[in-house]
């Protein structure tokens, strides 16, 4: 039996010690499954400025600008624009958003109105 010490830990966010998260390697993967799928469908890009034509990047130097200042620092939101790489991508997007749809539906859960 492997004990929890063998276990090798990159970050703590399932917790640590005896009352680590037993599925971390199921929600590791499937954290590695959705980006991968966000990197193979999309285009991110960010916004471009309508007066300069220049992209609107943050300056990392600004921290009051780009970090929050609650006792849990995380990064302000960085406007950016999703788009499909090609037009076989999108319908593969849409595909599955309709059928994550049905399923919600499916389950009685309010469904997205978009």
């Avoid at 640590?16 to 390697?25: A, L, N, S, T, V």
């Avoid at 309508?50 to 600008?65: L, M, S, Y």
Wanted: proline share 4%.
């Amino acid at each position: 039996m492997r004990s929890l010490k063998s276990i090798s830990i990159d970050s703590y966010n399932f917790g640590w010690g005896r009352r680590f998260c037993q599925g971390i390697h199921v929600a590791e993967a499937a954290l590695f499954i959705a980006c991968a799928r966000i990197a193979w469908a999309l285009d991110i890009t960010p916004l471009v400025d309508g007066q300069t034509g220049r992209a609107v990047i943050p300056d990392v130097d600004d921290e009051a600008r780009t970090w929050t200042a609650e006792s849990l620092v995380s990064p302000t939101v960085f406007p950016v624009v999703w788009r499909a790489r090609d037009d076989v991508r999108a319908k593969i997007i849409n595909a599955v958003f309709e059928e994550a749809q049905t399923e919600w539906d499916n389950l009685g859960l309010d469904t997205d109105l978009r």
